[in-house]
């Protein structure tokens, strides 16, 4: 069982195709091609012609039990309006999970005007996704992507459970302690290569996911994802395989912790 807890169906560079449905089904291609049961999409903190929308997503994906989306939400333009939608898809359970991105936005997470997300996300029950680390677009400012940022929200949003993209990537060490303290935050260790990795940084990075694993010594605490179409599939879960972990963080990593945040049936078919 393996579930892909960060995906995107935005058009990054012009050799994708234009079209959303192709885009789509070149996810399911990987996912299939990859042994990859479950996606976790996110959508964009900004809407264009080559980043749908929440609602063209699950137009596209509606029955689809492969695939889960994950809202992502935009910050400066939080009003009553934004949140009134996020609550009508999170009560009918349309989306498992709210994604903000600071850095692309530049905000803080502490900041009072970004608390409506975290008491929706507290009164449905679903996780806050957070981008931390370095920045596929350069014009974002890094320093609201600190992975220490994500630790102040936790300590204030207790009932919240937060995920923190990328690892911090490569702030590795802040975000090990901000996962392994808090009992709330997990991290996600998608995104860290933009399409396969080059031997000598794939060594280096495989060494810091290590270090996580062995400080924060708790199989609950890592999602594999990969930041597809940015990183390969199948690169990614070679990577995945030469991390060194027990079986138990292996399993956690793999599936088990995504189906239990997102709350993703996938229980029959791990058993079956
Ligand atoms: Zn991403």
């Known amino acids: ?41 996110l959508s964009s903190y900004t809407i264009n012609a080559d980043r749908p929308s929440t609602d063209e997503l699950l137009a596209l994906m509606e029955g689809d039990a492969r695939v889960s989306v994950v809202a992502g939400v935009s910050v400066p333009h939080l009003g009553s309006d934004q949140v009134m939608h996020l609550r009508r898809l999170l009560e009918t359970r349309r989306i498992v999970g709210l994604k903000l991105y600071p850095g692309y936005q530049p905000f803080h997470l ?32 890094v320093r609201y992507t600190h992975p220490m940022e994500v630790d102040d929200v936790a300590v204030d949003f207790r009932e919240v459970t937060f995920v923190l993209c990328h690892m911090g990537n490569p702030w590795f060490v802040d975000a090990m302690e901000v996962v392994y303290k808090n009992e709330n935050v997990l991290g996600d260790i998608s995104g860290l290569t933009l399409g396969t990795f080059e031997p000598r940084y794939e060594r280096m990075v495989t060494g810091k996911i290590d270090e996580a694993l062995a400080f924060i010594n708790n199989p609950s605490k890592l999602m594999f994802g990969t930041d597809w179409p940015i990183s390969d599939m199948g690169s990614y879960l070679a990577f995945a395989a030469k991390l060194e972990t027990t079986d138990d963080e292996r399993e956690g990593m793999m599936w088990r912790n995504a189906a239990r945040v997102f709350r993703i049936p996938v229980q029959e078919q791990a058993d079956g």
Not at 119 to 125: H, I, N, S, T
């Open 1 to 41: 069982m393996i579930i892909d807890c960060h995906t995107h169906l935005n058009r990054y560079v012009e050799s994708q195709p234009v079209s959303l449905a192709e885009r789509y089904a070149q996810l399911h291609a990987d996912m299939d091609a990859n042994g990859v049961q479950h996606a976790v999409v």
């Open 110 to 141: 502490y900041d009072r005007a970004v608390h409506p997300v975290y008491e929706l996300a507290g009164d449905f029950d679903v996780p806050v996704m957070v981008h931390t680390g370095d920045t596929f677009n350069p014009k974002a400012k």
